[in-house]
T-cell receptor, first 114, second 113 residues
Framework: KAGVTQTPRYLIKTRGQQVTLSCSPI?????VSWYQQTPGQGLQFLFE???????NKGNFPGRFSGRQFSNSRSEMNVSTLELGDSALYLC?????????????FGPGTRLTVT | EDKVVQSPLSLVVHEGDTVTLNCSYE??????LLWYKQEKKAPTFLFMLTSSGIEKKSGRLSSILDKKELFSILNITATQTGDSAIYLC?????????????FGTGTKLQVIP
């Protein structure tokens, strides 16, 4: 079974631009969660999508948004990029059924904002 | 606010040593506690714990949860240099079909030969 894939793997943007990151979950997984990882803050929860609906959201500004498609693929968008948005963005998928709540992570997208 | 605290923040041991990593939590709605290992890439899943007192084991790694005292430990016996990584503890505070996972900042383990 293929794992979680994320594209692109690396991205360099300038302040003020916007960016869209993509995540394809493990086949059959309906839940996709997004995280931001920085050296200072660790892994911070951004949001979770389940069956095309955002179910939970972390404490991030409205510049961070996302969506999920009917095939469970998810995209995350960050508008008006700031230097502090430089981070590793990880997505994780899980089955969320019958007690299976383990999350499996993709390789991440390393975003650098200059 | 949900909180997951790991200790120690970092640890250096020699090959063959046994280490114990700690994770305590304070959350509104506990569903499960998860341990991950992160090397220079995405975290890889180690264990999911939902019940107190039941040890989960995988090779030299084991973990146990205490839901009364709100903590978990991860033990690694006979450590090897390949165990060097950041170990992340997380708590799933979701319910029903929701999933919301709060992570600790991790324990950085370095195993030296």
């Amino acid at each position: 079974k293929a794992g979680v894939t994320q594209t692109p793997r690396y991205l360099i943007k300038t302040r003020g631009q916007q960016v869209t990151l993509s995540c394809s979950p493990i086949s059959g997984h309906r839940s996709v969660s997004w995280y931001q990882q920085t050296p200072g803050q660790g892994l911070q929860f951004l949001f979770e999508y389940f069956s095309e609906t955002q179910r939970n959201k972390g404490n991030f500004p409205g510049r961070f948004s996302g969506r999920q498609f009917s095939n469970s693929r998810s995209e995350m968008n960050v508008s008006t990029l700031e230097l502090g948005d430089s981070a590793l963005y990880l997505c994780a998928s899980s089955l969320v059924a019958d007690g299976s709540y383990e999350q499996y992570f993709g390789p991440g997208t390393r975003l650098t904002v200059t | 606010e949900d909180k997951v605290v790991q200790s120690p923040l970092s640890l250096v041991v020699h090959e063959g040593d046994t280490v114990t990593l700690n994770c305590s939590y304070e959350v509104t709605n506990f569903r499960s506690l998860l341990w991950y290992k992160q090397e220079k890439k995405a975290p890889t899943f180690l264990f999911m714990l939902t019940s107190s007192g039941i040890e989960k084991k995988s090779g030299r790694l084991s973990s146990i949860l205490d839901k009364k005292e709100l903590f978990s430990i991860l033990n690694i016996t006979a450590t090897q240099t390949g165990d060097s990584a950041i170990y992340l503890c997380a708590v799933d505070v979701g319910s029903g079909g929701y999933q919301k996972v709060t992570f600790g900042t991790g324990t950085k383990l370095q195993v030296i030969p």
